[in-house]
């Protein structure tokens, strides 16, 4: 610790690590990564780099020139980058995305921590859930749900209900994740929106779509036939309550809001660029909040 440090100013020495993101001024990584470089007092930065699809190339193997110790992406970053990083880890691989690089002696090694975020969001948030419990109803068919569905089937989900607005795009998503549930031995069906009793006998309940986002369309769901011991969350976090969880909650069912995820996921980056294993508190999660206006 050093003065310096304590009030944000960098040394010549500060580690460096940031977001590219287009566009990346929402982004509440910054906001996230900044708290935990103040807690722990580390001679550091992270920041916000708006960077043009066009460019992703070129701002990646800038990085260990920069001093850099790697970034984080988003949209729409997360699939061009598995073809520009030097090496993939295994389940960056498996997702077909990296939301983390990392600056090795190596080159750049391309991660992804969006499943490691989800299964510890609902570790910490519905301590007594098992993913091997039932089957798991995923709505949506996007990266997100692809992180989720591939993380759901490691952590032993015996089925997955894939139920998109697009049909088409559920069947995608089933074609590119049918070789892990069958390494798994867990089955993958693709349900209707209407009608097609996704939710009955599941013990989780997942919204990975924008529906029920702040300025976005509600999601319209009937619970009814979802068993009541089933864990019920959402990926959206703001409102960090959405009208989904509302419901679930007033059904009797344990709900974990898509705040964790977000939290959870940046844990892995912030440990390989700054060496300090953080924690989601209550005041991170304040201080995150705040950042959503
Ligand atoms: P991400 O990578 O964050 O998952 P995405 O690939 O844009 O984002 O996926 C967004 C998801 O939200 C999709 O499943 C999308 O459904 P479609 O595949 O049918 O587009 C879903 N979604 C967005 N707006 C929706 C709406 N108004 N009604 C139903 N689903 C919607």
Redesign the pocket.
């Known amino acids: 610790m050093n003065d310096d440090a304590m009030s944000g100013h960098l040394s010549g020495r500060a580690v460096l690590a940031g977001i590219m993101g287009w566009p990346v001024g929402h982004s509440l990584s910054p906001r996230l990564h900044g708290f935990w470089l103040r807690q722990h007092r580390i001679d550091g930065a992270y920041v916000p780099l708006a960077v043009e699809p066009g460019n992703l190339a070129q701002a990646l193997h800038a990085l260990p020139a920069l001093g850099f110790r790697g970034v984080n992406l988003t949209i729409p970053h997360k699939e061009p980058a598995l073809a520009m990083v030097d090496r993939v880890t295994p389940v960056a691989a498996r997702i077909g995305a990296v939301n983390t690089v990392v600056v090795t002696a190596d080159g750049l090694l391309g991660d992804n921590t969006d499943g490691y975020g989800f299964m510890a969001s609902l570790a910490a948030g519905a301590p007594g859930w098992r993913a091997a419990d039932g089957p798991a109803a995923l709505l ?6 692809r992180a989720i569905a591939v993380a759901l089937i490691d952590a032993g989900a015996p089925e997955l209900r894939l139920v ?3 049909q088409e ?1 559920a069947e995608a998503l089933a074609g590119q994740i049918g070789d892990i549930a069958r390494e798994h031995g867990a089955a993958l069906a693709v349900l209707p929106w209407q009608g097609g009793d996704a939710l009955a006998g599941a013990s989780l309940l997942v919204n ?4 029920g986002m702040t300025g976005q ?1 509600p999601l319209e769901i009937d619970l009814q036939s979802l068993p009541r011991a089933a864990l019920v969350t959402d990926i959206v976090y703001s409102p960090l309550e959405t009208g989904l969880l509302a419901a679930a909650r007033a059904r009797g069912h344990a709900v974990v809001d898509g705040l964790g995820m977000l939290l959870h996921q940046a844990r892995p980056g912030f440990h390989a660029w700054f060496g300090v294993d953080p924690e989601v508190s209550e005041a991170l999660c304040a201080t995150v909040l705040a950042g959503l206006g």
């Open positions: 949506g068919a996007g990266g997100a749900a998109n607005r697009t795009r990975t779509t924008s529906l369309p």
